[in-house]
């Protein structure tokens, strides 16, 4: 995984999801550059990393801890970092679970509100108008509240998981973002099967459509959840559970676990969507399929 930790909190705490992914995988939690838990201040003199050079870091950790083959999962701009890496050392990439995924250059509205929340950073650091954007970014209006519903847990958790964060280390990271390339072009060259989530209320919902349609429709697979934001791994993670399931299944890396969490458990094989379901013997083609899973 690629992405600040708080990106992920909901879907391991999520009883069924950290069965399947813990019950399967080892996994290796990669964060940006300074977003690691207790990370000091990145000096002044130290030159902006730029998208590939992130690109570039994950293979250096890739290597360090002798990993070979990996399955990634990234949101947002992580997802575009996991992205630029899967074309760059295709060999090293089986396949990807991205989260609200973006694939060209920053939108105009994109852009203004990074070149807005890097000022807000420079001059008043992580100040609570430049947390109000980018939960804007995160979550759904229901998860944010307003004048007369109060704030969630989901949001609030969030807030303050960026008052840890250093607000020059943030800066730095944003401004690689706001640089990144187009990789629209060649995402059809694109070799390793991928799994799209989006929210219908993320702010980035028109950008994952456009770069799920840009992929050969044999090897990628898009799921819209109704009601939710860009991070559908806090606001509604159980509806990740079933196309991951049947998306490992489909490269035999899937064993159920012998420890039901509940009798409700997506994990029972009675509870899978079938149309998420494979028939293809050999390999894995995934449908271009656009299911919706509606909240609960």
């Known amino acids: 995984m690629f992405q600040d930790v708080s990106c992920f909190q909901g879907l391991f705490f999520c009883p069924e999801a950290s069965s399947l992914l813990l019950h399967n995988f080892c996994v290796y939690h990669i964060s940006p550059l300074g977003h690691e838990l207790g990370a000091a201040a990145i000096c002044h003199d130290n030159p902006v990393l730029s998208v590939d050079d992130l690109a570039d870091q994950i293979l250096e950790i890739l290597n360090y801890f002798g990993l070979g083959t990996v399955m990634c999962m990234g949101a947002l701009a992580g997802a575009y970092i996991l992205t630029l890496f899967a074309m760059k050392y295709r060999e090293r990439v089986l396949g990807l679970i991205l989260i609200s995924p973006f694939s060209g250059h920053p939108s105009w509205s994109e852009w ?10 420079h001059y008043y650091g992580m100040c ?5 954007y980018l939960l804007k970014r995160y979550f759904s209006k229901e998860v944010r509240g307003d004048a007369h519903v109060p704030e969630s847990d989901i949001a609030q958790a969030c807030r303050r998981l ?11 990271y944003l401004q690689a973002i706001n640089r990144r390339h187009d990789l629209t072009k060649r995402l ?5 099967r991928t799994l799209v989530f989006v929210g219908d209320h993320s702010p980035f919902y028109e950008e994952a459509l456009h770069m799920t349609s840009k992929i050969d429709k044999r090897y990628c697979a898009l799921v819209e959840v109704q009601a939710c934001g860009s991070m559908v791994t806090e606001e509604q993670p159980y509806a990740m559970v079933v196309p991951m399931e049947n998306f490992l299944k489909a490269y035999g890396l899937y064993r159920p676990s012998l420890f039901s969490s509940s009798p409700r458990s997506p994990l029972s094989p009675s509870c ?5 379901l494979y028939p293809e013997k050999m390999g894995l083609k995934l449908k271009p399929i656009r299911t919706k899973l509606a909240s609960k």
């Not at 960026?162 to 730095?172: A, D, H, I, Q, W």
């Not at 899978?272 to 998420?276: A, N």
């Open 162 to 172: 960026l008052n840890e964060r250093k607000s020059t280390n943030v800066l730095r």
């Open 272 to 276: 899978s969507y079938p149309e998420l």
């Open 112 to 121: 203004f509100g990074n070149k807005v929340m890097s000022h807000l950073l």
């Open 188 to 192: 059809k060259k694109l070799s390793c």
């Open 128 to 132: 609570n108008l430049l947390k109000d």
